[in-house]
């Protein structure tokens, strides 16, 4: 293992080869049965799969990357803080995708917003403006985010 490298807390199995890290894939028990948000309804008593969260999570496996969220800006987009973010560079970014761009050497988690010649990156939170980018800034969008990992903390 590279020296000064830290791993999550869990389960895992990894080794480094060069600058490749190698993970084992765990299989986690899956339930295809849908629960009910609602009123409850009778549940399966059965196994159907295991779900591979790396086959559920990332498309392209060579184009994903993980960012860790700091702040509240993406609150209403369920974005939270601490929250992890699943990050597609191979995926084009589209007006209204929720996009990592780099403004002027600063990483922000922002929805794309374009109209007409205008780029508009856009918070999720009333208390923070909208930020237009303008020729001066450098700018550029590292990936679109494509899922939000997000621990929930209520039933501690």
């Known amino acids: ?28 028990p899956f339930y295809a049965h ?13 196994l159907e799969t295991a779900l591979d969260l790396n086959q559920y999570l990332i498309r392209h496996p060579a184009a994903t990357f993980f960012v860790k969220v700091a702040g509240d800006s ?17 995926l084009e970014a589209k007006s209204g995708a929720i996009v990592i761009a780099v403004v002027n050497g600063e990483l922000t988690v922002k929805r794309l917003r374009m109209e007409g010649q205008k780029v508009i990156l856009k918070p999720e939170n009333p208390d923070y403006p909208s930020l237009t980018i303008t020729e001066e800034m450098a700018f550029s969008i590292w990936g679109v985010v494509t899922s939000v990992i997000h621990e929930f903390k209520g039933g501690l």
């Open 74 to 90: 993406m609150i209403q987009a369920g974005i939270h803080n601490n929250d992890i973010l699943v990050v597609d560079r191979s």
């Open 34 to 46: 849908r629960i009910s948000a609602g009123f409850p309804s009778p549940a399966d008593d059965f």
């Open 1 to 28: 293992m590279a020296q000064g490298r830290t791993w999550p807390r869990g389960r895992y199995n990894a080794r480094e080869r060069g600058d490749k890290t190698i993970a084992k894939r765990f299989l986690f």
